[in-house]
């Protein structure tokens, strides 16, 4: 669920000292016309694994978007591990378009995405082939109905990321979650569904968070931190061309542990926990920033 209205903002030019004024637009357009030459033709070989091979098409996003964020130039420190043995409910701050190859090369997942991504041209079709839910938060009568369908994608093992603030932001907050977007916590949720099946993991809550922290090697300032987030009316096209010119961007990922769903009461209390986890991780991440350089980043092998 990328972005909701907001101030209008227009992302500031990418100016770095030391790089020549040709260098970003030429580097923007070998990136992209690389990451279309990797992307096109990977398109059908996914819809053939959604149709035949139903493990392939799960895992095969990660592969592709380990790949997108060595292009891209994405630089991933990740701390933590989503297990690949059971059914996740993954949880996590949102900041940009970039969040999306960022988190699908953490691990297999699929995402909760606002309904408007769903037409979307050519981001519509990437969102659908990694099997996306759509929701529309105009309408209340509409989660309930989202629930069931993630309390049957976890029962079918499947790893969902819910962006539980509802929109993106600066980068330099997180903004309160939405507890009604918890409403597979409801009930009993995909706990009590899974339970009829005795061979099935009971699913898994962790939060994860996500804080961008140098471009080119130079650390964001908060003044700067708006260069990666994307929010309010910016536009997409101008911001992304922004950053292709900007050159490597390093993100620091914390993957909390796993708590069972059913150990939440409701879905208030789960929205307090998953709050809390991850405004500590990203409060931490923004203070360690300036103090210290990110670390090795994690290998192009799942």
């Known amino acids: 669920m990328p972005k909701d209205p907001q101030p209008t903002l227009t992302p ?30 990977l398109m059908p070989l996914q819809l053939v694994f959604l149709k035949i091979a139903p493990a392939w098409a799960r895992t095969f996003p990660h592969w592709y978007h380990r790949r997108v964020c060595r292009l891209l130039g994405i630089r991933l420190h990740i701390d933590g591990v989503v297990p690949r043995d059971a059914p996740v409910l993954l949880i996590s701050n949102h900041v940009s378009w970039l969040d999306i190859p960022v988190i699908s ?25 990694q099997r996306s839910i759509f929701i529309d938060r105009t309408q209340r009568a509409d989660i309930p109905k989202v629930a069931a369908r993630m309390r049957a994608r976890l029962m079918q093992g499947d790893t969902l990321v ?25 009930a009993g949720g995909a706990a009590a569904a899974l339970d009829q099946d ?7 809550v962790q939060t994860l968070s996500l804080v ?14 708006n260069l990666i987030g994307w929010y309010g009316d910016m536009d997409m096209g101008g911001h992304a061309w922004s950053l292709l010119k900007a050159g490597p961007i390093d993100v620091v990922i914390k993957v909390s542990d ?16 998953a709050e809390a986890l991850v405004r500590t991780n990203v ?12 670390s090795d980043p994690a290998g192009d092998d799942p």
């Open 12 to 41: 500031p030019a990418v100016e770095l000292p030391g790089i020549n004024r040709w260098a970003g637009p030429i580097r923007a357009t070998c990136v992209l016309a690389a990451f279309m030459a990797l992307t096109v033709p």
């Open 105 to 129: 090369a953490v691990a297999p997942v699929s995402f909760i995405a606002k309904r408007e991504v769903g037409t979307w041209p050519f981001v519509s079709w990437l969102a659908k082939l």
């Open 162 to 186: 819910l962006f539980a603030e509802g929109t993106s932001s600066d980068g330099n907050r997180v903004l309160p979650f939405k507890s009604s977007l918890f409403a597979i916590a409801a």
């Open 198 to 204: 005795t061979e099935a993991r009971p699913p898994q």
């Open 212 to 225: 961008y922290t140098h471009i080119h090697g130079v650390p964001l300032s908060r003044a700067d931190r």
């Open 258 to 273: 796993p708590v069972n769903l059913d150990e939440f009461a409701d879905r208030k209390a789960l929205t307090r926990h």
């Open 283 to 294: 409060a931490d991440t923004l203070r360690a920033r300036a103090s210290q350089p990110p």
